[in-house]
């Protein structure tokens, strides 16, 4: 010890040898621990991706020749029904002549298609709690729009999803689609 050190000093001089040991121990040691919380934390985050079966049913592909005009089918989309019905030219004109003012949730007919007013997607589930209405068939309880009838409130709608009367506070859910051609639509 020189004379003019104090041995506070002498401690916080840095000893090399030990020094660098510590450091490569600490460091070695931060550095499993990350790879390990990783190794951890991967598999939680990937199970927070959707399953393979849900992506499948993200979107389907529809071929609209077999759906002859005045007819309609249902597909399951998501889990969910979805209504496609080809509309006549009667239909058509009817849905456009529609008053807005009488209307629950007021849309045009024509805010209710892409690009082809004879195919009518909807998904049908009715917006008051859910039920599935008739209409799909041509025996089925369409109400005096013509549309669909939800059995279990008695909502009522129109040719075009529209809702014309009972408690739906809104109209049918027209989900996102596309047309592949003229007879081959994507939804989803």
């Not at 550095?31 to 199970?47: Q, R, Y």
């Not at 005045?70 to 529609?98: C, S, Y």
Request: glycine share 10%; charged share 20%; with cysteine.
């Amino acid at each position: 010890m020189h004379k003019d050190e104090t041995l506070g000093d002498q401690l916080a001089k840095p000893e090399t040898p030990h020094k660098s040991r510590r450091d490569f121990l600490i460091l070695a040691s931060s550095a499993v621990g990350v790879v390990g919380g990783a190794g951890f934390v991967w598999p939680l985050i990937k199970s927070m991706n959707p399953a393979a079966d849900v992506l499948a049913l993200a979107s389907i592909e529809i071929d609209l020749k077999p759906i002859k005009e005045g007819q309609a089918i249902t597909v399951m989309w998501r889990g969910r029904p979805l209504f496609i019905r080809h509309r006549t030219p009667k239909e058509i004109q009817d849905a456009k002549n529609v008053n807005l003012k009488d209307l629950v949730d007021p849309q045009t007919d024509t805010e209710r298609f892409k690009q082809h007013p004879q195919w009518l997607i909807v998904v049908g589930v009715c917006t008051h709690l859910g039920c599935v209405p008739s209409g799909q068939k041509p025996s089925d309880n369409r109400g005096q729009y013509g549309g669909w009838y939800c059995p279990c409130h008695g909502s009522v709608y129109d040719i075009s999803g529209r809702v014309r009367g009972g408690p739906a506070p809104r109209n049918l859910e027209v989900p996102p689609y596309t047309f592949l051609n003229e007879t081959t639509l994507r939804v989803g």
